[in-house]
Structure formats: structure tokens, C-alpha cells
């Protein structure tokens, strides 16, 4: 996952009022419910010690989403009475709606509940060309589309040699046309920067858009099995969807399990326990953050300072390095909070270890692959 997105949240000293709210709930009373939550949400932040701005602009923003339409929910973040950061989420708060204040902004569950969310376009393929489709758990888009040659894409079953030179234009035309799906499907990747490219249409149409496509969407493309008039499509789009989730997980462990041998010079790949990943984040040598969200290390203290590397497992380290002023941190937010900030390209979130991989999985739930000068 690009970590780009939550720069601004690091460019604001805190502390934070970091709040989940859950829109999966849409009735005629829900308007007046989410008037409630509002209210709600900005006296529990009061009583954690959030000052009145930043109360104040969480219970408006709350407020604004009376009538809003998210299937799932929304994550706020607010400090100095401003919400800097409210992206949708992928799924439900897990728990329902929860507002925390604290020295730095509570980002682990966004990043489980939106991150691991994977954009597909869905090809819809005939001999003639294919619309495109842009699925995501917030919903469906039109993503545009290709028309091929429209003569002649059927064929005859004469034997005579003037039908068989009409059956050879046909397969011309079918592969002139899988030739130009594969084009413009490459071309809709790019843009709309999709994880996974599903093709449905017949067997053989699926086949010649799929081996015409660039080497690099290779392992991004899976081929639905049921037609696009199929009532069952729709759930197997979404189990191939969880599919690439759990398959990118799996390529994260395995690098992570791979990475924890020492070279030839003596070092590791990886880390894992708060101990170690807070003396990476230190020298600027992470390079991939691993996160299984709630596992014991997430909920760990740890100490930080006013810069990003500034974090230590004790608060006399602090001092030590010269730092005077320290506050209290969760262990998953503050390694986050350098990661993205020391230039980490990304991170990786596990929600759900499968059993055979779980011994693959960093001790404690927090691991790192690290980078060496």
C-alpha cells in the first residue's frame, strides 16, 4: 500500500482526536441517529481531553454526515480544531463508531478497514469489443470501453474455399479485436491504477485478451468463469477479489520469512519486535512496514519525540539522544508515523493470517523488511 495519502496527518503537531465512524446503517431514523453519534462522539473526545475547537470541528463534520450515502463509514482526523484527513472506508468500524484522543493519530485500523481493498476494473468481453467496469467496495463505475471491427466476427460451416477464406477473415477480426481489448485494457489500468483486471466473456475471448496483454498485468488478471448475464457474477467477482488480498498476503510473508536469514556481511532482511523496528525506524532503514492489526506489539508503549525517527522503547532513551520533550505512543502509530515520514515506499497490512502461513508472520504483529546503505 502507497503511503503517500497520509502525509498531511504528519505534517500538523498533535495531539489527535482520531475517529471511525460507522455509515452502515441506513434508515428513516438515521439521520437523527447520526445527530446522536455526533453529539456522542464529540463528548467522548472531551472527557479524553480534546480541546473545545477540535470537539467542536469533529461534531460538525459528524454532523455533516446525516445524509450520507457511504455504504461503510468514514475516518476523521482533527487536531487544532481543524479535520485534516476524513477518507471513506472499505468496510464497517469493526465495534461501531469510536473516537480516540491522542500524541498521534490512530491510522492502524484505517489502513485495515480501507487499505486492504483491492480496485478492479471487470472487462466485459465480446467478439466485437468489451465495456469496462471500475469495482471497489465503495461501489461501481463506468470505466469506458473498446469497439473492435464489427464485420465479420461469425462464422459459417460451408466447406467451400470461398467460405473458408470468409472463416479465416473472421479469425483475423477476432484477433484484431482481442488485440485492441488488450490495448485499451492496459490503457484503463494505467489510469484508474486497478490491482486486479477481471475478464468475463467466453472462454476463447478471455484467452486471446488475456495473452495479449503487457507481461507486467500478467499476475494481475484473473478470468471469471461465470457470463455476464450470470446472476452468480457478482460473488465471484468479490471471491476473486479476496482472493488477491489473501494471495497478496501470502507474497508479503513469504518475502518477510525469506528476508530474516543474514547475508553474507552478517545481516537481516527483516525485523521484528518493537525493540528492534524502533532502532530501524531510528536510522532510517525501514523499508516496508508489516502490520497485523491488534496483535500484542500494536498495542505496545513506546516513546516519541517531535521528528519522526524521535522514538525509543524508553522514555530516559529520549533524553539520551537529546530529545526533551517525549510523550507516550502506541507502538503501531509511532512506527507508522516514521515509516511514512523516513520515506518508507509502503506498507502492508495482514488482517487474517491463514493457518499455513501464520508462522511466516512477524513475532508480536509488527515486523519490517529494511534497507541498508
Not at 273 to 284: C, I, K, N, Q, S
Not at 351 to 364: F, I, Y
Request: net charge negative; aromatic share 4%; with cysteine.
Amino acid at each position: 500500500m502507497d503511503l503517500a495519502f497520509l502525509h498531511p496527518l504528519y505534517e500538523h503537531q498533535g495531539p489527535w482526536a482520531s475517529v471511525y465512524v460507522d455509515l452502515s446503517r441506513h434508515t428513516e431514523d438515521t439521520p437523527h441517529e447520526r445527530e446522536l453519534t455526533a453529539a456522542a462522539v464529540a463528548r467522548e473526545l472531551a472527557e479524553q481531553g480534546a480541546d473545545d475547537a477540535t470537539c467542536r470541528a469533529v461534531r460538525e463534520a459528524v454532523d455533516e454526515l446525516r445524509h450520507a450515502t457511504d455504504p461503510h463509514g468514514r475516518a476523521l482526523f482533527a487536531c487544532a480544531g481543524q479535520v485534516v484527513l476524513d477518507p471513506a472506508l472499505a468496510r464497517p468500524p469493526y465495534g461501531g463508531t469510536t473516537a480516540d484522543w491522542a500524541p498521534l493519530p490512530h491510522v492502524t485500523p484505517l489502513l485495515d478497514l480501507a487499505g486492504e481493498d483491492p480496485v478492479c476494473v471487470v472487462a466485459y468481453i465480446d467478439r466485437k469489443g468489451a465495456d469496462f467496469e471500475l469495482r471497489s467496495a465503495l461501489g461501481s463505475s463506468d470505466a469506458g470501453g473498446v469497439t473492435g471491427r464489427q464485420w465479420p466476427v461469425h462464422r459459417t460451416s460451408s466447406a467451400d474455399w470461398s467460405e473458408r477464406h470468409f472463416q479465416l477473415r473472421v479469425e483475423n477480426t477476432w484477433e484484431h479485436n482481442a488485440a485492441e481489448i488488450a490495448d485499451a485494457l492496459a490503457v484503463c489500468q494505467e489510469e484508474t491504477g486497478a490491482d486486479l483486471l477481471i475478464l468475463v466473456g467466453d472462454d476463447r475471448e478471455r484467452r486471446s485478451v488475456h495473452e495479449r496483454l503487457p507481461s507486467r498485468l500478467q499476475e494481475r488478471v484473473a478470468e471469471a468463469s461465470r457470463g455476464a448475464g450470470s446472476r452468480l457474477l457478482d460473488d465471484e467477482v468479490e471471491g476473486l477479489r479476496d482472493d488477491h488480498v489473501r494471495a497478496r498476503a501470502r507474497e508479503d510473508l513469504d518475502r518477510f520469512l525469506a528476508a530474516r536469514s543474514p547475508d553474507d556481511e552478517g545481516r537481516a532482511g527483516a525485523a521484528e519486535g518493537v525493540p528492534a523496528l524502533v532502532e530501524a525506524a531510528r536510522e532510517h532503514r525501514i523499508d516496508e512496514l508489516l502490520v497485523i492489526p491488534d496483535a500484542p506489539d500494536t498495542h505496545r508503549e513506546v516513546w516519541i519525540g517531535e521528528d519522526a525517527d524521535q522514538v525509543a522503547v524508553r522514555r530516559t532513551e529520549l533524553k539520551t539522544l537529546g530529545e526533551q520533550n517525549s510523550w507516550s505512543a502506541r507502538a503501531d502509530d509511532a512506527l507508522l508515523r516514521s515509516a511514512v515520514m523516513t520515506g518508507a515506499p509502503a506498507i502492508s497490512v495482514t488482517p487474517v493470517l491463514p493457518p499455513e502461513t501464520s508462522q511466516k508472520a512477524p513475532v508480536g504483529g509488527l515486523g519490517a523488511l529494511l534497507r541498508w546503505k
